[in-house]
Every structure is written in structure tokens, then in C-alpha cells.
């Protein structure tokens, strides 16, 4: 167990409107990545951290910021959420190169 | 850029029967390569994992993974399916020389087991 926590678990949310994602871990480790899942493609990076204010993107990082102003929390906002935003989305934590995921997100944008 | 190919997005085995889930990776250098597996309404779980220390990896729930460098590939195999294995499975490579430890994930095989 990486002691890591997502909130919130569900969201329903209108187009248009923002959504932050909250990922929480308690074990003090460097490296954070924010993922979304969607069917038939597999986990796609949005964007990761590696260390406090330090943060860059991943592969699909368009219409997503992250913030990390604290070791133990790294945070996903979607500024102006639209249907194609519509996924599962999970953090994960890197140790000694092994990354470890959360429970995951389901949001859904209508 | 790495890339990982899956091949056959679901797989359907009889229980007992042998699991074969097949993985390609694309890679210029010595990759560091996973096998994931996520049950439903659930996380990612961590399986095995390669890192050049030897070629046969042997993971959770008897699965393994053999590397082998001329085919770029790393399939999982477990000799005798069990119903609990039923999920999806995801390969992942990382490259050994970024420090960021990025991976790249294959796009999932779901595996049925069929009693």
C-alpha cells in the first residue's frame, strides 16, 4: 500500500464549468503523475511532478494544470471541463522506479 | 519515443488452461518493462517488473514474464488459469536513462477465463 488517496472518488460536472482532482499520499515521495484511462487506449500521461512547484507535461496535457505546493499533495484542475474530459483518472507515485496507483477518479462531464 | 504494443485487446482462456498475454515494446535503449494488472473498479496493481537483472521475471499470482532483447518482446504466461484472474492487463515500459521514471503503457488486454 503507497498510502495514496484520490478525491474526490465520482463527479458528475456540466461542460464548461472547473474541476479540481485531488491526489493525497503520506509517504513523502518525489515523483507524482496524473493519468486518464480511457477504453481502448490504455493509461495516457496528462502531466507529472517531480518535487514541489516543479511539474511538466505528459502526452495528453491539453485542457489540464496541475499544482503541487506540498510534497503530499498533487492537484489536477481542468480549468473549463468538456465531454471529451469525461474518464477515470489516477494518480500514481514513482518508487525506485516502480510507480504505484490510487483508487482512481470517475468523471463524468455532461 | 517508446511505444508498446498489445496484441488482442481480450483474451479468453479455460480455466486451467495456460494464459498467454503478449507484449512488444519499442525502445533505444535497455528499457525497464511492467506488467500490470487492474480488476474491476479498481487501481493498477503491480505484477512483476524487468530490469535487466534476469530475463525471467517471476511476479504475484504465478505469473512470470520472460525479456527477450531479439524479438523486443515481453510476454506474461501463468501455466494454469484460475477464474480470479479474470482482468485487464497492461504492459508498460520506462526508460532506464529518465530520471522523471515516465512509462508508457501498452492499451490492455482484458482477459476472460471461462469456467
Known amino acids: 500500500d503507497a498510502g495514496i488517496t484520490q478525491s474526490p472518488r465520482h463527479k458528475v460536472t456540466e461542460t464548461g464549468t472547473p474541476v479540481t482532482l485531488r491526489c493525497h499520499q503520506t509517504?513523502?515521495?518525489?515523483?507524482m503523475y496524473w493519468y486518464r484511462q480511457d477504453p481502448g487506449h490504455g493509461l495516457r500521461l496528462i502531466h507529472y511532478s517531480y518535487g514541489v512547484k516543479d511539474t511538466d507535461k505528459g502526452e495528453v496535457s491539453d485542457g489540464y494544470s496541475v499544482s503541487r505546493s506540498k510534497t503530499e499533495d498533487f492537484l489536477l484542475t481542468l480549468e473549463s471541463a468538456t465531454s471529451s474530459q469525461t474518464s477515470v483518472y489516477f494518480c500514481?507515485?514513482?518508487?525506485?522506479?516502480?510507480?504505484?496507483f490510487g483508487p482512481g477518479t470517475r468523471l463524468t462531464v455532461t | 519515443a517508446q511505444s508498446v504494443t498489445q496484441l488482442g485487446s481480450h483474451v479468453s482462456v479455460s480455466e486451467g488452461a495456460l494464459v498467454l498475454l503478449r507484449c512488444n515494446y519499442s525502445s533505444s535503449v535497455p528499457p525497464y518493462l511492467f506488467w500490470y494488472v487492474q480488476y474491476p473498479n479498481q487501481g493498477l496493481q503491480l505484477l512483476l517488473k524487468?530490469?535487466?537483472?534476469?530475463?525471467l521475471v517471476k511476479g504475484i499470482n504465478g505469473f512470470e514474464a520472460e525479456f527477450k532483447k531479439s524479438e523486443t518482446s515481453f510476454h506474461l504466461t501463468k501455466p494454469s488459469a484460475h477464474m480470479s484472474d479474470a482482468a485487464e492487463y497492461f504492459c508498460?515500459?520506462?526508460?532506464?536513462?529518465?530520471?522523471?521514471?515516465?512509462?508508457?503503457f501498452g492499451k490492455g488486454t482484458k482477459l476472460s477465463v471461462i469456467p
Open positions: 508498460a515500459s520506462g526508460d532506464s536513462g529518465a530520471g522523471s521514471y515516465q512509462l508508457t
Open positions: 524487468y530490469t535487466s537483472a534476469a530475463t
Open positions: 500514481a507515485i514513482s518508487l525506485d522506479g516502480e510507480q504505484y
Open positions: 509517504e513523502n515521495h518525489r515523483y
